[in-house]
């Protein structure tokens, strides 16, 4: 049968080679590359670890400074806001008929008695009173 020849084949051609091959084979290689396999990972393993060490340090570095950066993004929008809430608040009195906020008038005026805060409440009351008449 086929089976029988290719065993036999298989046995008569290949195996003797193959036995061959098997005895004269030493492992001393094996040897040489478990020692250097072991080397690799004690001493290569190390200085990978410091490599990662110091790339994670400059990483936290780059955060550090980029929420510095974002701190102080988010103080100029913050001011804006503020400066833009200050100028509204500017329009609304003027087109009230207010004269001079009272922001202004406190910082001209630091330390003197002749403008107050109770006297820009008074600015206020006269466009009050007339409405009061007209009514």
């Given at each position: 049968?086929?089976?029988?020849?290719?065993?036999?084949?298989l046995?008569?051609?290949?195996?003797?080679?193959?036995?061959e091959?098997?005895?004269?084979?030493?492992?001393?290689?094996?040897?040489?590359?478990?020692?250097?396999?072991?080397?690799?990972?004690?001493?290569?393993?190390?200085?990978?670890?410091?490599?990662?060490?110091?790339?994670?340090?400059?990483?936290?570095?780059?955060?550090?400074?980029?929420?510095?950066?974002?701190?102080?993004?988010?103080?100029?929008?913050?001011?804006?806001?503020?400066?833009e809430?200050?100028?509204?608040?500017c329009?609304?009195?003027?087109?009230?008929?207010?004269?001079?906020?009272?922001?202004?008038?406190?910082?001209?005026?630091?330390?003197?008695?002749?403008?107050?805060?109770?006297?820009?409440?008074?600015?206020?009351?006269?466009?009050s009173?007339?409405?009061?008449?007209?009514?």
């Amino acid at each position: 049968s086929v089976g029988d020849g290719m065993l036999g084949l298989l046995l008569d051609k290949v195996m003797p080679k193959i036995a061959e091959l098997t005895d004269g084979l030493r492992c001393s290689f094996l040897r040489k590359a478990l020692t250097s396999a072991t080397d690799g990972l004690c001493f290569d393993l190390v200085v990978g670890i410091i490599g990662l060490r110091d790339a994670l340090f400059m990483l936290g570095l780059l955060c550090l400074a980029m929420a510095i950066v974002m701190y102080f993004v988010w103080l100029r929008l913050h001011q804006h806001r503020a400066l833009e809430r200050l100028h509204y608040d500017c329009q609304a009195k003027a087109a009230s008929g207010g004269t001079r906020p009272a922001f202004v008038v406190t910082q001209e005026t630091a330390g003197s008695d002749e403008y107050s805060s109770s006297s820009s409440s008074d600015e206020s009351s006269p466009a009050s009173d007339s409405s009061d008449d007209a009514g």
